[in-house]
């Protein structure tokens, strides 16, 4: 059996993408002859999580055959990783180098961190192309590079689907935390635009990641423009988000930093439209006019108007929404996934 020690940061029981996409593969483990244990770096002030990291590496090299390293922890180990020349460990991407939620400075410096611990991995397994195109950017090796996307085979819904419309004509879905780049302050602003009668917008996520953005779209909720039009659910769990994707008439997530972008392969694999920002990783998910409607970053007034095409023409979207179920089908399943990632990983301890 391969014995796999995951290095992550913090909680592993965490409820963002990467945390949930390492625990669905620690329960395949057992399907690919293999048993996965998470290692936790302290989730410290950056950056001094360097100095607790210093313990965590001979805890992952015990009685493993590969370590496996999470992005968000690669800058704490980097001083120690060169000292590890066995068992050997690959990298589990899911975000660029330098992270996608911090200032300039620590922007700056721990991509030069994160980057010293990749030059020192068997393989790097990223979660999109996306990520896989900033690699080579950066002069990794292609061969050293593989993508491992997650699934996008939504949870079983918890019950029939709601009525999102609210007796409009439409309802757009957005699945998203509360941070700056999902651009929720965005969405507001071009759903704003639209007529009072053509759409009900549901805002799915946690409200509380970032006290400051939190309170500019709160904000932005008092505006007449938008009354009653707006229903805010934060988080909920996945059967009822599944749900959810089940009543929707579109997916809208015009976020400008999104290194794979589960929820919108959710939506693709549910058979719903997707609106967005030409970025991150959405232009390797979904092509604009097909199953998308993809415009250029920051033009509100260009979201606002495919989100009202979207929303009041039934053939348009009824012809995305048949793209999008024959894209979402093409998708990888969680299944898909492990056996992507434990065959690289039998690999890499098997050479």
């Not at 936790?40 to 493993?64: K, N, T």
Request: net charge neutral; charged share 20%.
């Amino acid at each position: 059996m391969l014995r796999v020690s995951l290095i992550t940061l913090g909680d592993p029981q965490q409820m963002t993408g990467g945390y949930l996409y390492h625990r669905r593969m620690a329960t395949a483990a057992p399907a690919h002859d293999a048993a996965l244990r998470f290692v936790s770096c302290p989730d410290a002030i950056f950056p001094f999580g360097i100095l607790g990291a210093r313990r965590v590496l001979p805890l992952a090299r015990d009685d493993s055959d590969v370590v496996v390293i999470d992005s968000i922890a690669a800058w704490p180990v980097v001083p120690w990783v060169h000292r590890a020349a066995t068992p050997p460990f690959v990298v589990m991407s899911h975000q660029v180098p330098g992270g996608i939620d911090h200032g300039p400075v620590r922007t700056w410096l721990q991509a030069r961190l994160d980057v010293g611990t990749y030059r020192h991995a068997r393989l790097l397994m990223v979660a999109s192309e996306s990520l896989a195109d900033d690699l080579r950017a950066r002069r990794f090796p292609t061969d050293r590079i593989r993508v491992v996307p997650p699934g996008s085979d939504p949870a079983i819904p918890s019950g029939p689907p709601p009525d999102l419309r609210a007796g409009r004509h439409a309802a757009v879905l957005c699945v998203a935390n509360w941070i700056p780049r999902k651009g929720i302050l965005d969405l507001l602003d071009a759903f704003a635009r639209l007529p009072a009668d053509s759409a009900t917008l549901h805002l799915v996520g946690d409200e509380h990641v970032d006290r400051r953005y939190r309170a500019r779209v709160l904000a932005r909720l008092r505006d007449p423009a938008l009354g009653d039009r707006v229903v805010v659910h934060g988080p909920l769990p996945a059967p009822r988000v599944a749900s959810m994707y089940q009543a929707a008439d579109a997916f809208a997530l015009p976020s400008t930093q999104e290194p794979y972008g589960t929820v919108i392969g959710e939506a693709l694999a549910a058979g719903v439209p997707v609106i967005g920002w030409d970025a991150g990783n959405l232009p390797h998910l979904a092509t604009h006019d097909r199953e998308a409607v993809i415009v250029a970053p920051g033009d509100t007034a260009g979201l606002a108007a495919g989100l009202q095409r979207l929303v009041e023409d039934d053939a348009y979207r009824g012809r995305l929404a048949d793209g999008a179920r024959r894209r979402g089908q093409a998708l990888p399943s969680w299944g898909d996934t492990a056996q992507l990632f434990y065959a690289a990983l039998h690999e890499i301890a098997g050479g």
